[in-house]
């Protein structure tokens, strides 16, 4: 089957824009308790566990995405190897992504990658792999928008908890 190539690509920089502001609520939901009252915490909270399931998701769809511009079957093995629980293999997988994709992916995709293989991750590590995340208010504004209902009413829950400075 033959795929509109910059059709695809489309698709991928949606997908991994969209994996950013997960990430992003995720990351500035995190250590700020004192920061925060406590009904938008809550909210915040409760938004921080749909998303961190939406990553793996959304993350998958990405490989999908891949998979209709590189070999299929590589880009699923690699997809497996980096969802192992192997760090070897993992870090395997990610060199060979490297070596495969092209730069203007390899730019947006390794970052995303990379996070998706951490335990724990901080601002200061997304400031250092230079990963496009806006901030917690912005990637709020821009889940509001989501085509998935779940999130969609949980980000407007908590848009309308959100502190007035």
């Known amino acids: 089957m033959n795929f509109h190539t910059k059709a695809v690509l ?15 609520v995720i990351i500035y939901s995190t250590g700020e308790d004192s920061k925060y009252p406590e009904n ?7 938004l921080q566990k749909l998303l961190e399931n939406r990553l793996d998701e959304n993350l ?14 590589e880009i699923l093995s690699l997809y ?13 997988a ?23 293989m951490l335990e724990n991750i901080s601002e200061e590590w997304v400031e250092r792999r230079v990963l496009d995340v806006p901030n917690l ?10 085509r998935d209902v779940e999130i969609a009413a949980l980000s407007q ?9």
């Open 80 to 92: 497996k190897s980096l969802q192992s629980g192997k760090k070897d293999l993992r870090n395997n």
């Open 94 to 116: 990610l060199e060979y992504l490297e070596n495969i994709l092209e730069t203007p992916l390899k730019k947006i995709l390794i970052p995303i990658i990379e996070s998706s």
């Open 40 to 46: 938008f915490k809550n909210d915040l909270g409760e």
């Open 137 to 146: 208010k912005d990637c709020l504004i821009k889940l509001n928008e989501s």
């Open 157 to 165: 829950k908590t848009l309308k908890a959100f502190p007035k400075k």
């Open 10 to 24: 489309n698709y991928i920089h949606e997908e991994a824009k969209y994996y950013q502001y997960l990430l992003g």
């Open 60 to 73: 998958e769809r990405i490989f999908r995405l891949l998979g209709l511009r590189y070999v299929p079957d």
